[in-house]
């Protein structure tokens, strides 16, 4: 089953207090949409649990 | 004539800062309309640096290394009493910058002399510089292609012959990608090693500052000029300058030289594994490798340039919406729209895939992989034909560097010497070996192998 892409971006559009103009929630979804096929690409990466990311903020 | 000419000229008091001002400045003024790489010409300000050279010659004082070299910067770099365009029209209202980016200042401080601000992509989200407000960079090979971007006036302006020098950056690919298309060398050092001080973030995670050159040697002094620690940037490592431009000619004996397969030739268009096979066999890569992961981390890399960038974006995004350019508008809202876990994976693919990395360089000196996986397309052209296939090519110009930069290794991106259009290949080091690239490309230069090229002119012809 495929996610709404559309609805999904009109709850987050709202959540963040962004009020797109007619049009623009098809062109955002789309993008939305190729991100969702990358992210594809490493979500089934089995990563450790200790792997930290790369960026160290140092106070 | 190359910057270290001109530097060696003006030093020598054979010839006035002031003259090479003038002649950059009619180069500009001759050219621009017709490449569109420069915003602003800041002829006063390269008048008076220009001045200051020369008396500081004729009172027999030291210039600095690169006296009287014009160079120009994307107008991303804060230059002071100029607003920092960043490609946007919403940063032309900011009031002008207070003072200068840290590379514009080390770089004026070893006596070059900025001379203009360059195109580029808005808020450098893009590899085409086909900017809405300011209009597309023209590729000076074929004023009817694109240059590449986000650089893109900055690697047009030198392919031009404009400038020696100039500087970028490079979140994704934005040096390497118009310096591949344009011919012209680029380097992205190690992340942390050129401070960012002063230059309109995109990616703060991915972020790298990085300079255009029409000569190895003019690379290497452009980067000596800007190496070293700066407290002020919290990004930039506490890493002591290691000069390179005295040891060009010092490229070890044995190298070791792996040949990235796999993901980096994807989408390859015949004339780019040629170039790669000309550069394999001049340094007798032989072994054709693996880096395991480069489709993951490219993949997080487009995940976290959208989350980080459409977050920095988002206020304006609220309000401005219609002033963005379209081409990244909807991107960086779908970017800060995205589930936490993608971006957050993403940072961790990242350590992963760094070790995948490091592990090679145990066993090479240096790695060689396309820039591009084709030469420059059409302005306004959205697809081209690769194995009878019509492939995007916003999304594919990034393909071969995105998995690099998002691990911060330093790469040099070299022209290869050929026919036709311009194409260049990625040489990639350990972290902090940006030396050794040098070398290598001087001596791949020396051997005829790479070259920048003028329009024109072949860069075979330019042997």
Redesign the interface.
């Known amino acids: 089953m495929s996610l709404p892409l559309e609805a999904y971006v009109s709850m987050a559009e709202s959540l963040l207090g962004l009020e797109l103009p007619p049009g623009a929630r098809e062109q955002v979804a789309a993008n939305l949409a190729n991100l969702r096929h990358l992210a594809a690409a490493f979500e089934a990466l089995a990563l450790e649990d200790d792997l930290d990311p790369a960026p160290v903020y140092r106070p | 004539m190359t910057g270290s000419e001109i530097a060696a000229r003006v030093r020598a008091g054979e010839l006035r800062a002031v003259e090479v001002v003038e002649a950059a400045l009619g180069r500009v003024a001759a050219e621009n309309p017709r490449i569109n790489a420069f915003t602003a010409v800041l002829a006063d300000r390269a008048y008076a640096s220009a001045r200051g050279i020369d008396a500081c010659v004729a009172a027999g004082a030291d210039p600095g290394p690169l006296a009287g070299v014009p160079f120009a910067v994307k107008n991303l770099f804060d230059v002071e009493g100029v607003t920092t365009l960043a490609g946007s029209v919403i940063d032309a209202e900011r009031p002008p910058a207070r003072q200068d980016a840290a590379a514009v200042e080390r770089l004026t401080a070893a006596g070059a002399v900025l001379v203009g601000c360059l195109n580029m992509d808005e808020y450098a989200y893009g590899f085409s510089t086909e900017n809405a407000h300011y209009g597309p960079t023209r590729n000076p090979h074929d004023v009817s292609r694109i240059a590449g971007g986000s650089s893109g006036g900055s690697a047009a302006a030198v392919a031009a012959g404009l400038i020696p020098i100039a500087l970028g950056s490079d979140t994704n690919g934005s040096i390497r990608v118009p310096a591949s298309l344009c011919g012209v060398y680029g380097l992205k050092p190690t992340f942390g090693r050129l401070s960012r001080r002063g230059v309109r973030p995109f990616v703060h995670?991915l972020d790298h500052v990085g300079a255009f050159a029409g000569t190895v040697e003019d690379l290497a002094l452009a980067y000596d000029a800007i190496q070293g620690p700066d407290p002020l940037d919290?990004a930039a490592a506490a890493r002591p300058a290691e000069a390179a431009a005295p040891s060009l000619d010092d490229s070890p004996e044995r190298l070791r030289v792996g040949l990235l397969g796999g993901w980096f030739t994807r989408y390859a268009a015949p004339e780019t594994l040629d170039v790669l096979a000309v550069v394999a066999g001049a340094l007798g890569a032989d072994d054709d490798v693996e880096l395991e992961?480069a489709?993951?981390?490219?993949?997080?890399a487009?995940?976290l340039t959208?989350a980080e960038g459409g977050a920095l974006h988002?206020d304006a995004?609220?309000e401005r919406?219609?002033d963005f350019d379209p081409a990244v508008?909807?991107?960086l809202?779908?970017?800060?729209?995205?589930p936490a876990?993608?971006p957050?994976?993403?940072?961790?693919?990242?350590?992963?895939f760094?070790e995948k990395a490091l592990a090679l360089f145990e066993r090479f000196d240096v790695l060689v992989a396309p820039a591009t996986p084709f030469p420059a397309p059409a302005i306004g052209q959205s697809t081209v034909e690769i194995d009878g296939a019509a492939v995007p090519i916003r999304?594919n110009l990034g393909l071969y560097t995105q998995p690099l930069s998002f691990?911060?290794l330093p790469v040099l991106a070299a022209p290869v010497a050929r026919e036709g259009l311009p194409l260049g290949v990625q040489l990639i080091a350990a972290p902090w070996r940006e030396k050794l690239l040098l070398q290598v490309a001087a001596r791949l230069e020396r051997d005829g192998v790479i070259a920048a090229s003028r329009p024109g002119r072949t860069n075979l012809e330019d042997q």
Do not use: T
């Open positions: 995670s919290p992961g489709e993951a981390a490219r993949a997080a487009f995940c959208g988002l995004l609220r919406y219609f508008r909807d991107r809202l779908a970017g800060a729209l995205q876990a993608w957050a994976k993403a940072q961790r693919v990242r350590r992963w760094l999304a691990i911060g």
